[in-house]
């Protein structure tokens, strides 16, 4: 199974699919297929940076053919209301895309992601990306943190799912 997770953000957007092959707790079992980010550009206007997040998650969903999607949960800080209206839209557009290519939409809470994959729901960032390097067997991430993420968020659907 190809399983695609989106880290959505305005500005950078990160994705990652990897692939299970379902057999729960081989080694070897999840693989990397592809992982990035896509950039906006803080000049253009919100309908425009959108759209260049949507185009590129479509060019990933067509390429590399995910058969489930998987993104956070919205989580808003209450000192940055207008930083979750912001990636509201983002995930919207995430959502439309999984519903105009017939992906299933799964939803996650980040504090399940980092549980999933480090064991702890408070993790940070590196420990975060240092569990991604071991799952998936790389020498080190040298992707930016949005597509460590990504591929964290589509981990933890690969670790937590029913066989």
């Known amino acids: 199974m190809r399983i695609l997770g989106v880290d959505p953000g305005l500005r950078i957007t990160g994705y990652g699919v990897i692939s299970d092959s379902g057999r729960p707790r081989a080694r070897g079992n999840i693989e990397l297929v592809e992982a990035g980010i896509i950039r906006t550009k803080a000049g253009s206007g919100i309908a425009a940076r959108l759209e260049r997040v949507y185009r590129a998650l479509q060019e990933v969903v067509a390429e590399l053919k995910p058969e489930v999607l998987v993104i956070e949960k919205l989580y808003a800080h209450y000192r ?56 998936l ?11 460590t993420d990504a591929l964290a968020i589509a981990l933890s659907y690969a670790l937590n799912r029913k066989f």
């Open 80 to 135: 940055h209301p207008a930083t979750a209206i912001l990636m509201g839209h983002v995930r919207g557009v995430v959502c439309l895309l999984s519903g105009t290519s017939g992906i299933p939409l799964v939803n996650l809470a980040a504090t399940r992601v980092k549980k999933s994959v480090t064991g702890n729901g408070r993790a940070g960032k590196g420990q975060t990306a240092r569990m991604v390097e071991r799952y």
């Open 137 to 147: 067997s790389l020498r080190t991430v040298s992707a930016p943190s949005d597509a």
